[in-house]
């Protein structure tokens, strides 16, 4: 049927404002793209130099903070300085050390700074057990409450709370029976004389203890009593300032925090520490129990090992030990 004029100008007009809006369409889709390249404009200013100096330091300070927070939860980085625990570990290693299996906690203390701050410590999958190798932080010396300086140590545990541990002659025999000694540890002949000076320097103070002839001593347990008297005072004062209490004496009378007391309750765990170097070993045997509390965790492989005690870079390499790298630690 043949269109009337009307119908033949209505269709051209649609046609025309089809390709018209097509073509306005694609105008806009090309401005949209050429505005995508464009440079900022003139209104936008540049970061000022302190904008992007704010800029870096929050990102720095953010990767900072999620360093802590991983070595505080999960794996961390520890240079072994001393040779105490040789040839387990040698002077020098680079360990990552587990601390999710003992239990994560939040930071314990400000890198580059060594200061210790207050942190929260999570429940862990186990606690240490005797032949854990433990790395904790250092009580103090023989007769500090706190230590000068927070460090941390590495030692082998050897006795848990409640054993009561024995050396005769260098070996080790906790609750009678003997311990096995490390299959790469260090061991030499001579044995410390009873009478030797060595006795003025072991923990506890006053018990007359060497290196070699050390006990027996039982391994402080929580919720274990001692009796307290003006002669075994000596022994244990250290330990209960430890624990976070004032000890003082008075005509002859035991004070703690103020109170006069004849025992004392032990408030937590304990475990006993010693190095696989036997003879060269700074250990429990000098400064004392190790809280249960403050390992915070267990050595897993060694990433790095070379002789720290170098003044410059070129020497260090030098002594690089590749056979030591990836060592696991048991």
Request: hydrophobic share 40%.
């Amino acid at each position: 049927m043949a269109k009337s004029l009307d119908q033949i100008r209505a269709e051209s007009k649609r046609d025309a404002d089809r390709k018209k809006n097509g073509k306005a369409k694609s105008e806009r889709i090309n401005l949209d793209k050429k505005r995508d390249g464009e440079k900022p404009a003139a209104n936008e200013a540049p970061q000022s130099l302190g904008e992007l100096a704010l800029s870096w330091t929050r990102t720095i300070i953010g990767a900072f903070v999620m360093v802590m927070i991983l070595n505080g939860v999960l794996v961390a980085s520890f240079v072994v300085p001393t040779g105490s625990m040789e040839s387990t570990v040698m002077t020098g290693d680079f360990l990552f050390v587990n601390k999710f299996i003992f239990g994560p906690s939040t930071p314990q203390m400000i890198p580059i700074l060594n200061i210790p701050i207050p942190y929260y410590r999570f429940p862990g999958l186990r606690k240490p057990v005797k032949g854990d190798v433990i790395v904790f932080i250092f009580p103090g010396n023989r007769e500090e409450a706190k230590p000068l300086e927070f460090q941390y140590y590495l030692k082998r545990c050897v006795a848990t709370a409640g054993d009561t541990l024995t050396i005769r002659d260098k070996k080790i025999f906790i609750n009678g029976v003997a311990s096995a000694f490390p299959p790469e540890g260090r061991l030499s002949n001579f044995i410390e004389s009873p009478d030797s000076d060595d006795r003025f320097r072991t923990f506890p103070i006053g018990a007359g203890f060497t290196r070699d002839n050390y006990g027996p001593i039982r391994i402080p347990k929580q919720g274990d009593v001692v009796e307290l008297t003006p002669v075994n005072l000596a022994q244990w004062e250290v330990f209960i300032r430890r624990e976070g209490h004032e000890v003082a004496t008075n005509d002859g009378k035991i004070l703690i925090d103020g109170k006069e007391a004849a025992r004392y309750t032990v408030e937590r765990d304990y475990c006993f520490g010693m190095g696989d170097n036997r003879d060269n070993s700074l250990d429990s045997r000098y400064w004392g129990f190790v809280p249960v509390d403050d390992v915070v965790g267990t050595p897993l492989i060694v990433y790095w090992s070379w002789e720290t005690n170098l003044p410059s870079l070129f020497e260090k390499f030098g002594t690089l030990r590749p056979s030591r790298l990836g060592k696991v630690i048991n």
